[in-house]
């Protein structure tokens, strides 16, 4: 009974009982033995999420879990599903990241959505390719994107985005289209000719603004010394009369802007960069208007908040990770763009064996980025926002961006704490202050010693020349008494180090 499978289900899973190890089973069989399997998957699944809240957030791994994780050998024959599943219960599922507990506050990583968890499953029994055709899935994406262009705003021709493995892909495909945009507009094509020889294209962002960007921009052969980082003013937004000048002065030296990339909430503190002015210098010089929402797009449902979104419905391209704060499960990002022919100048590539007669005008989604097989994205991404619906997506960023207003009143009353900068979506920077200390080691020093203590989960970064702490919330569940919570867990951990 130890042979596998031609469909890798064996004949010693439940349910199929006195079937011959030599025999394929029926289709009828298979069904039987997965839906055993399945309804124990879903129970382990349920009891995860259940349980999360009264789990420490985090623990490391210990040594010997790690040698069972990391040094297994690909076993022989197949094992069975039961098999499987029992290990899975035992080795994996006891050491998350952590960010689906109410106390995680790492990052930017969001707590799964229970709606896009359940249909998971769903996506891998399909197991299509959204590359593009006449199926489920490219007809649910092209809607799913109209969603969230929807829901923040932006502008949506028919074809004007598609999801992505995150906001890092979602930001090649903006950059690229931008890149060739300026090209072809300048009467080359960069596909066809490459960089060289050419006057250098130069990019412009702030410090705050995420390392994807500068990413992209080495990966797209731009150089990261044709990188320009605008200065900040005191709130971490982009100052638009430096870029104006910078512009100015790199055309003077003979060099080529052709984008310049603001955030709508950075990963250190929230910002959301003006984004109005951004676009009038932006018209200004025939630049594109990049805006990177990958976190904080979602920001603009929040009332009080949406005043510093004004003018992201004037970008060219917007990117903004549905695996962020809407909870769909890992991955899911979305390029969204004003113009959906300039991504597809700069990636369709439609060779005979993938032409596709009945494609209609808008063609494949693979024609607007470089992935070519791509997965069902979409599935998860729509049973998240229908369960939550507009007004759950709104309530959802309306309490994650007030617990990180009370963080910041509380902080600002603590004499030990003192908040970085002001809190416009739901992340707060601040540091621990106490006298006598070495205040940038104490910082540096203070998430990994919060971390291990399991009770909450922080990380830090350097914001003004400064080591901080900083708390971005996504969890629906996050309490006020959690805050309570983190700010003790900091001055515990920090009385020990
Ligand atoms: C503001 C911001 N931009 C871009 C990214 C990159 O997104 P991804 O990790 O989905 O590629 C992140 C990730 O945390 C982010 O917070």
Redesign the pocket.
């Known amino acids: 009974m130890d042979e596998p499978r031609t469909s890798g289900v064996r004949a010693d899973e439940p349910g199929t009982a006195g079937v011959r190890a030599d025999e394929p089973p029926t289709s009828g069989m298979r069904a039987e033995v997965l839906r055993t399997a399945g309804m124990r998957a879903a129970g382990l699944v349920a009891g995860h999420l259940d349980g999360l809240a009264s789990r420490p957030v985090w623990r490391p791994v210990p040594d010997d879990e790690l040698a069972w994780i990391a040094g297994q050998e690909l076993p022989e024959t197949g094992r069975p599903l039961g098999a499987l599943l029992e290990d899975a219960r035992e080795h994996i599922l006891p050491y998350p990241m952590g960010n689906g507990h109410p106390r995680f506050f790492g990052?930017?990583n969001s707590p799964p959505n229970p709606a896009g968890v359940l249909v998971e499953p769903l996506a891998a029994a399909l197991n299509p390719s959204c590359a593009g055709g006449d199926h489920a899935g490219p007809h649910l994406e092209r809607t799913v994107v109209r969603w969230l262009a929807e829901l923040v705003g932006f502008p949506h021709p028919p074809g004007g985005g598609l999801l992505t493995s995150?906001?890092?892909m979602a930001t090649v495909i903006c950059l690229s289209a931008a890149r060739q945009r300026a090209a072809l507009a300048d009467g080359w094509d960069v596909r066809r000719d490459g960089l060289s020889g050419r006057a250098p294209m130069v990019l412009y962002v702030t410090e705050e603004g995420?390392s994807?960007l500068r990413k992209a921009a080495e990966l797209l052969g731009l150089g990261a010394r044709n990188v320009r980082k605008v200065p900040v003013d005191g709130a971490y937004r982009m100052d638009p009369a430096a870029l104006r000048r910078m512009i100015a002065e790199d055309l003077d030296a003979g060099l080529r802007p052709f984008c310049v990339a603001a955030?709508a909430?950075?990963?250190n503190s929230g910002a959301v960069d003006p984004l109005g002015e951004i676009a009038d210098v932006a018209a200004a010089y025939g630049i594109w208007f990049h805006v990177?929402g990958?976190?904080g797009a979602l920001g603009v449902l929040a009332d009080d908040a949406a005043p510093h979104y004004r003018g992201l419905d004037r970008a060219d391209s917007l990117a903004l990770?549905p695996?962020k704060w809407l909870g769909v499960p890992v991955g899911c990002?979305c390029a969204l763009l004003r113009d959906p022919g300039a991504a597809r100048a700069a990636f369709s590539l439609v060779p005979s064996y993938l032409v596709d007669e009945n494609a209609g005008e808008l063609g494949w989604f693979a024609e607007y980025g470089p992935e070519q097989t791509r997965p069902f994205r979409a599935l998860k991404t729509w049973a998240t926002m229908s369960h939550l619906g507009r007004a759950g997506i709104k309530r959802l960023v309306e309490h994650t961006s007030g617990l990180a207003r009370t963080l910041a009143a509380m902080v600002e009353q603590a004499p030990d704490f003192e908040l970085l900068a002001p809190v416009t979506t739901s992340i707060a920077a601040f540091r621990h202050t106490p006298r006598d200390r070495d205040l940038d080691a104490l910082n540096r020093a203070l998430p990994y010693a919060v971390q291990v203590r399991g009770n909450a989960f922080i990380t830090g970064t350097r914001l003004g020349g400064r080591d901080a702490l900083r708390a971005c919330f996504l969890h629906p569940d996050t309490t006020e008494a959690d805050l309570e919570v983190l700010l003790e867990e900091i001055r515990l951990a920090a009385k020990v180090l």
């Open positions: 990052w930017v995150g906001a890092s995420h994807c955030s909430g950075t990963v990177d990958a976190y990770d695996h990002g």
